[in-house]
């Protein structure tokens, strides 16, 4: 009796494989060549009938849809129809991150993976070596426009490299331009009420944060005041909030990345000397109360920020846009301001620069039209923001704030200096040498709220600040401020990364957060290197050496 | 009224009432907090100034949350998912804790069925396995997919049978006496003595359903098809970095404090309605049906 169940349940798996092993090869028949027609080998050809593709769609956290509109029927999805003729059916729909990730195993897992989807570098990495997507090459040669391979060529090639393996193009990165440097953002009022100066070096600053820890300018009472907020994880995410990276980088320091040394030794960057020097003065600074003392259990720094507990933070350009704009909305006379602080006081800084490509759009291997990836990101990337800027429906999107992750295609490409250029943009229409209405939609707005701000700028709304602080204050530092790069030299992931990282990582987080809060001294750090070392990553260093070599 | 308390007696009397009162501060506070942040201004939200007073107090969360369709379309989704899940729950527990009941000479089978139950409820397939067998029955975005495979919570099942083993088998034999069926045995006799046990049961479905959000992540495709508890936790977005300038009108929006709270308070509504009604059975049930004669 149980030996025939299991017969019949081993019949039942032989012939569910079977099964599945013949629809795999009936699909891989399918794709005949034939003839390419305009649309096929062009950016923007229109297809003649209507072709349809899956998608695997990253969701954004609240997509505020208008009655009736949802991610398979939008202005995005209508303005796609109407220019190439194309429409997204979703295979699934989970929000970015953890939910998403999960989909996209199961969908590989499963072996009916969508169309068009957003994957990260390990999964493009088996997507590949499992030979389950395809060859871009030929298609982004023909179906990208002019501008897109100008955006992807302004990384110096950088972008495209990570997609491409043995000389094929796998998958169209999205791009993160420059968004370094990062500034010290700082209570000018409370600088004022003090009565010091400015800060531009490290001394500079630890002075006015003691002044800030002793005369309490925010009058939040006796030791209520944080005078530097610094995320729990200290360092290391490019372009961030509440980073340490600016102050470490004066000590040398990059911790989490990969660098390599004068002699051309591979080596991750929390693990050097220089990362042991700069958590040592980090965890000075929190002896002496500079730093927030809940810094290991904090959560919500944005808080302290907008209440008024808190005088400064490390944060990117658009700090004002966020989180400063509630801070604004709470106190008018938070005069939050952007600093450069260096080494010797003379603005010249050095910092890491980053991945530019930040996720990667693949495309089935058995899918008629590899070449609509192309074609979508020209669409979605030059057309629509260079071209079609006044297109009515997705301009009414704009104003009514949906979310711009809708699009069924989430691809960004832009410049390297993106960030730059706008700035350059919006000055020159400020200053009469650009006719304010052949800026870019988000451009525009940004121009409306600077150019209202000018008109009165003892008195802004917390929202002309804001845009007038993020894009003609900040932006304009960026812009002005002389960086030299350190270029990371490996962004991927190794083979024993996948199972040891996890863990490695916990390890680095711990050590520094325990080091800088003086849980542990600073010597500590030569024990957290050697069991770094011993617990993988010597062999981690070894294979990333290992993969830079192969490139 | 009794006077004559003595110090000790009136000490401990007090002692216990702050404990108490204290356990119930801290149960209710947060609720009251959440209930404060959606009346408050944004921006006083986000800056974590909000207690239990609604801070320039204005219904412009709740304003836009009933702009907010797919909020209420999750919203429909989830009570029709408690009613059908609840429902099957319920008509299956019976059905299969009733003749689990009887001991092995009267239902043969009985051991085997017990024993599958029991290895069942130690080891699961996993996730990716009830994914592929749920994807491969179609069941994908649809509500039976959040109702089926939990269609038999086998731990509901042992608590039933548990109480139906403690009904005197006296009474069972005078309904087969006076000439009842075996089913009208089970309908007649059993379910209504059994009533403390079946409310318990399904306030256990009706809070399980309610809150999960963990199956609606895994088997929906279509975020139009959420049930609330989904739709709430995908609103937890991090937001530390932005890549593109055009990434920035949406980070305001996400970190809105006081219509994530909005919802977060509706969508509790409906347990604490439902709650009153079971929790007078909630105890006894609780303690009824596992305690064996």
Avoid at chain 1, 265 to 274: C, L
Wanted: net charge negative; charged share 20%; aromatic share 12%.
């Amino acid at each position: 009796m149980r030996k025939s169940v299991a017969y019949v349940l081993v019949g039942i798996m032989g012939m569910s494989m079977l099964l599945t092993g013949c629809s795999g090869q009936k699909e891989a028949e399918k794709s005949v060549e034939h003839e390419k027609t305009e649309a096929e080998t062009t950016p923007y050809g229109k297809y003649e009938e209507t072709v349809v593709y899956t998608v695997g769609k990253n969701t954004p956290g609240s997509p505020r849809f208008p009655e009736g509109d949802d991610y398979e029927n939008n202005a995005y999805t209508r303005y796609m129809l109407e220019e190439l003729n194309i429409q997204n059916k979703n295979e699934f729909e989970a929000a970015t991150g953890d939910a998403y990730n999960q989909k996209v195993s199961m969908a590989i897992a499963t072996g009916k993976i969508p169309d068009v989807m957003m994957v990260d570098r390990t999964t493009l990495k088996q997507l590949v070596d499992n030979d389950m997507i395809a060859d871009l090459t030929e298609s982004y040669e023909q179906c990208a426009s002019d501008r897109i391979k100008e955006m992807y060529d302004s990384y110096g090639g950088r972008a495209l490299d990570m997609a491409t393996f043995d000389g094929k193009l796998m998958a169209l990165p999205s791009t993160a331009c420059d968004n370094v440097p990062t500034f010290l953002w700082i209570r000018q009022d409370w600088i004022d009420e003090v009565g010091m100066d400015a800060p531009a070096t490290l001394d500079d600053l630890e002075k006015i944060l003691t002044a800030f820890r002793d005369k309490d300018p925010g009058n939040n009472g006796a030791g209520k005041t944080i005078p530097l907020a610094i995320s729990r994880s200290i360092g290391g995410s490019y372009g961030a909030l509440f980073q340490a990276d600016n102050i470490m980088a004066i000590f040398g320091s990059y911790p989490r990345q990969w660098l390599k040394d004068e002699s051309g030794n591979v080596f991750y960057g929390s693990t050097s000397d220089e990362t042991k020097e700069a958590l040592g003065f980090l965890a000075d600074w929190y002896k002496k109360k500079l730093i927030d003392p809940q810094i290991a259990v904090r959560d919500d720094i944005e808080s302290t920020i907008v209440n008024g507990q808190c005088g400064a933070f490390f944060g990117p350009w658009w700090a004002p846009d966020y989180p400063l704009n509630d801070a604004r909305k709470v106190d008018e006379k938070a005069d939050w301001r952007p600093y450069i602080i260096s080494g010797k006081g003379d603005g010249a800084i050095t910092a890491y620069t980053q991945n530019p490509a930040s996720e990667y759009y693949v495309v089935r291997k058995e899918f008629e039209h590899p070449e609509i990836l192309p074609k979508i990101a020209s669409l979605l990337c030059d057309k629509l923001v260079y071209e079609d800027y006044n297109y009515e429906p997705i301009v009414a999107y704009n104003k009514a704030n949906v979310d711009s992750g809708v699009k069924p295609v989430g691809i960004l490409v832009n410049y390297s200096t993106a960030t730059s250029d706008m700035y350059e943009r919006i000055q020159k229409a400020i200053d009469g040498k650009l006719d304010p209405e052949e800026l870019n939609i988000d451009d525009y707005s940004q121009y409306l709220k600077c150019s209202d701000y000018l008109k009165h700028p003892d008195e802004p709304s917390p929202d002309e600040w804001s845009g007038y602080m993020s894009r003609m204050v900040g932006a304009k530092l960026m812009y002005e401020t002389e960086v030299t790069g350190v270029d990371p030299v490996y962004f991927g992931q190794t083979r024993s990364m996948k199972l040891k990282w996890a863990n490695l990582n916990k390890l680095e987080d711990e050590a520094f957060i325990k080091i800088v809060t003086g849980e542990e001294p600073v010597d500590y750090f030569d024990t957290f290197v050697s069991t770094w070392k011993s617990t993988g990553g010597d062999s981690i260093v070894a294979e990333v050496e290992e993969e830079i070599a192969q490139q | 009224m009794i006077r004559s308390k003595s110090f000790q007696s009136r000490l401990a009397d007090g002692i216990i009432w702050a404990v108490v009162l204290l356990m119930t501060a801290a149960c209710l506070f947060p609720m009251l907090n959440m209930i404060a942040i959606s009346f408050s201004d944004k921006s006083a939200a986000a800056g974590n100034m909000v207690g239990l007073i609604p801070v320039q107090f204005n219904l412009d969360s709740y304003r836009m949350l009933i702009e907010d369709h797919q909020f209420w379309r999750s919203f429909l989704i989830s009570v029709l998912r408690v009613v059908l899940g609840t429902a099957l729950n319920l008509i299956l527990v019976v059905l299969m804790a009733y003749p689990l009941s009887k001991s092995s000479r009267e239902f043969r089978g009985r051991n085997f069925y017990m024993n599958f139950l029991i290895f069942m409820m130690l080891f699961s397939g996993g996730m990716v396995p009830l994914f592929m067998v749920v994807n491969k029955l179609h069941l994908i975005d649809t509500i039976w997919s959040l109702v089926l495979p939990g269609a038999v919570p086998v731990f509901n099942v042992i608590l039933l049978m548990n109480f139906f083993k403690s009904v005197p088998a006296s009474l069972e034999e005078a309904a087969r006496i006076d000439g009842c069926s075996k089913l009208g045995i089970l309908f007649r006799i059993f379910l209504p003595i059994s009533l403390p046990s079946l409310a318990t049961i399904a306030l256990f479905s009706i809070v399980g359903h309610w809150n999960d959000y963990f199956s609606g992540l895994i088997y929906m495709n279509k975020a139009a098809n959420y049930p609330l508890q989904t739709y709430i936790q995908q609103l937890n977005v991090d937001i530390t970095k932005v890549t593109d300038a055009s990434q920035l009108q949406n980070l305001a929006a996400v970190s809105n404090k006081t219509l994530n709270a909005a919802k977060i308070v509706v969508s509790t509504i409906p347990l604490l309605v439902i709650y009153p009604f079971l929790q007078k059975y909630f105890v006894t049930g609780m303690v009824i049906g596992s305690v064996k004669e």
